[in-house]
Each structure stands twice: as C-alpha cells, then as structure tokens.
C-alpha cells in the first residue's frame, strides 16, 4: 500500500460505490425474503412491493420468478410445510400417529404468525405440500380407512388445524401474546361467568370450570382426538388387529 492510500479522503467527498454485486434475484431468494418479512411483521406485512423494497429492486422484477402474490404466498405455504415430518405408516399406531402429525403441523403453522389465513383458502399442490398429504394419506389407509373417507379426512384434518392455527394469530394481534397474557384473558372471561344470575344461565354457571378449563394445547388435541376417533367408526373390522385407538 503506498502513501497516498493510507491519506483517508476529505468529508466532502462521497465514497466509492461498493461494487459488490448484490445476490442475482431467483424464486428461492424472493420466497426467503418474504419469509423473513411474515416471521417478523406478520402477514399483512407482505405485499410484493414489499419485497422488492428488501431486495433493492422494483416490483416488476419480482415478475419474472413468481406471478403476483398469490403464486408467493403458495411457494411461502409449500416451504413451511416442508418443515413437516413426515410419519412412516405403522397400522397399529395409526390414530395416534394422525394426532401427533396434526399437533406438529399446529406447531410449525403458529411459527409463522397470520400464514395459516392464506393456508385456509389453498390447495395443496407444491411438492411439499404433494409429499406431505401423500404420507398422511399412507398413514391413513395403513390403518385401513376408505380411500374417500381418507381423501375427505385430511381435507377436514388440515381445515381444522389451520383454523386453530389462525385463531392463535388472532388472540396475537389482540395483544395475548404470550401464556401469561392469554391466562389474564381467560381468567376475566372465567370471572364474568361466575357473575352471571344464576336463574338465567344455570348450565353456563353451574360448568364454568368446564367452559374455561385446558390450555391450548389440551383443547388442540381433544379436537384431534375427537375427528380421529369418529374417522374410526369407518374401518371395517379386522380380526387379530388393533384398532390403536388415540389418547
């Protein structure tokens, strides 16, 4: 390094530009920084002109990779999904197998704060998503379910989960962001229960107890519990086998 290179420039001088080629735009890097966006401001954050804000760019280059939103919030859904496990088949375990699978899913779609609205309106069709109803549905006919009655269940499976998921989203923004909160919340509607008259709301008082009892969690899984057991009544029985009855 010379002499002259060590001198640093006056203030009035801008600096070089770096020429430091930012990262060549693609699908995968629109998807992560979308992701990024969702995970940290939630989904009604997102837009595309969003995006290209992050990505120093205009919308109209996002155009080349994905199509509008819609097309991102499908890639977004069929990204986490592949945070899923993926279950293998066991025939004897398959009712405790669907419930574990549906309390994962809840799990990873909470991760992501608000995505689980879009969800709701989407059919599963990006390779993830493909390989993930595949397993559910080899878990399913493993244990002997109709293959309409499995087609419709993981239908109903994943409209239930995905609500849950949402709501949880919901009681977010509402400012129940953690278990303390969400305690606080119940504990006021459990108070205003017990002070209802009595001669007007004798089952609502007498169960009260009952009405605001379980954490999320809890409640989650009787709801599994629940669909997986009356998915149940339709398997014909097999002599010599085990029914793996969930709970």
């Keep these: 390094m010379t002499e002259a290179t060590e001198i640093p420039p006056p203030p009035w001088r801008r600096p070089k530009k770096s020429t430091r080629q930012r990262r060549p735009l693609s699908q995968e890097l629109i998807v992560d920084t979308a992701m990024r966006i969702l995970d940290a401001e939630g989904l009604d954050a997102l837009s595309m002109r969003r995006v290209a804000l992050e990505l120093q760019t205009g919308p109209a280059s996002l155009y080349a990779h994905v199509a509008n939103k819609d097309e991102l919030l499908e890639l977004m859904i069929d990204r986490i999904t592949g945070e899923l496990d993926v279950p293998v088949p066991d025939p004897d375990r398959w009712q405790e197998q669907i419930v574990e699978a549906g309390m994962e899913a809840h799990r990873v779609w909470t991760r992501h704060p608000g995505i689980a609205r879009a969800a709701l309106a989407n ?8 390989r993930y109803s595949e397993a559910l549905l080899s878990v399913l006919r493993a244990g002997g379910v109709p293959d309409e009655r499995a087609g419709w269940f993981v239908d109903r499976l994943s409209l239930y989960v995905l609500a849950d998921a949402f709501e949880d989203s919901l009681h977010h923004e509402r400012g129940r962001r953690t278990e303390e909160d969400a305690r606080e919340y119940f504990e006021q509607v459990r108070t205003y229960f017990h002070s209802l008259p009595p001669g007007r709301f004798p089952v609502i008082t007498s169960m009260v107890d009952a009405l605001v009892g379980g954490d999320g969690d809890e ?21 010599g086998t085990s029914t793996g009855q969930a709970g």
């Design 123 to 130: 059919i599963p069709l990006g390779p993830n998503s493909l």
């Design 219 to 239: 409640r989650l899984r009787y709801g599994l519990e629940l669909l997986v057991r009356g998915l149940a009544s339709y398997v014909p029985d097999r002599p």
